[in-house]
């Protein structure tokens, strides 16, 4: 999407505001957050920092991608430590997740007021406008996700369906459902056959029109383009060739398929891989390019 704003949630979004006659006509400024635990140095001691970034909805995303700071950090998230004794206790993790959501809470929390009465802004075109602030997506990885939505690992962020069965028809997970599950059941029950953790409160229960589970937007690096295509895929043909041929006869083929990544030819757009995929760590950039040409040359 060019513009965020375009999307189904912000018009749904819009349509909530206007049915209250306080906010209706004012304009929806969406807050879109993201947090990534980052090691700074290794070699140093202990560097780790935890920022926590924010944007608006209203940007663009080409005044986003370049530079021109719509992307602000706006707080370094804390970190408990504590011994060895205590490190995997189910109340130390308990304390440091929910020190986590009370930790947003307590920085958004100048924005509340804001998102249930209108104030006055002054907008970068330089005219003022009564704005309604909101919750927006929160970017996150599948480990913070799991943080965000107060479940358990290998648990599912936006739906009840069971690992070992994604193709099962089940609800998508709501506030309003978690409220009521964990009104209803033991800390026991919720965990084996919801995968939630009762104990906690999202920080998104703290604001109005806010739900965690909508929120959350998808990771695109982790779960499309590194997970489905190169932790998946190529590793699936990997597989394939080892089980269908043999180990020597799969190496010749596998060779085969480097030479025609390597052979193809300079074109705008796709970039060129002379040693074909064989690279120590892949990126993003890297997992994207070889999708381009990746399939053409394993149809040969």
């Not at 993790?93 to 307590?106: G, K, M, P, T, V």
């Not at 953790?197 to 695109?220: K, M, Q, S, W, Y």
Request: with cysteine.
């Amino acid at each position: 999407w060019q513009d965020f704003m375009s999307g189904d949630w912000g018009w749904a979004q819009a349509d909530i505001i206007s049915k209250d006659a306080d906010t209706h006509g004012s304009t929806f400024v969406p807050v879109i957050l993201g947090s990534d635990k980052t090691t700074v140095s290794v070699a140093t001691g202990q560097n780790d920092y935890y920022p926590l970034y924010a944007s608006i909805g209203n940007v663009r995303n080409n005044v986003r991608r370049a530079h021109r700071n719509a992307v602000a950090v706006v707080a370094f998230l804390a970190m408990p430590k504590t011994t060895k004794e205590h490190a995997d206790t189910p109340g130390f993790r308990n304390f440091r997740r929910q020190l986590f959501h009370s930790s947003l809470s307590f920085i958004l929390k100048n924005l509340k007021p804001a998102m249930t009465k209108p104030e006055v802004a002054r907008f970068g075109d330089g005219h003022y406008r009564r704005v309604v602030y909101g919750l927006g997506p929160y970017i996150a990885d599948y480990e913070e996700q799991v943080l965000l939505a107060c479940i358990l690992r290998n648990w599912c962020a936006k739906c009840l369906s069971p690992r070992g069965n994604l193709d099962a028809i089940n609800r998508n997970r709501t506030r309003a459902h978690a409220d009521a599950l964990i009104e209803e059941y033991d800390s026991g029950t919720l965990r084996f056959e919801y995968g939630l953790v009762g104990e906690l409160v999202p920080f998104t229960n703290d604001f109005p029109r806010a739900d965690i589970h909508e929120l959350l937007a998808p990771d695109l690096l982790h779960q499309l383009i590194k997970g489905a295509y190169k932790d998946h895929l190529v590793d699936w043909v990997e597989k394939y060739l080892l089980q269908t041929h043999g180990k020597r006869q799969a190496n010749i083929i596998l060779d085969d398929i480097d030479r025609r990544i390597a052979a193809v030819p300079p074109f705008p757009g796709l970039r060129r891989f002379p040693q074909g995929r064989h690279f120590k760590q892949w990126t993003g950039d890297d997992s994207k390019a070889l999708m381009k040409v990746y399939l053409p040359a394993i149809e040969g």
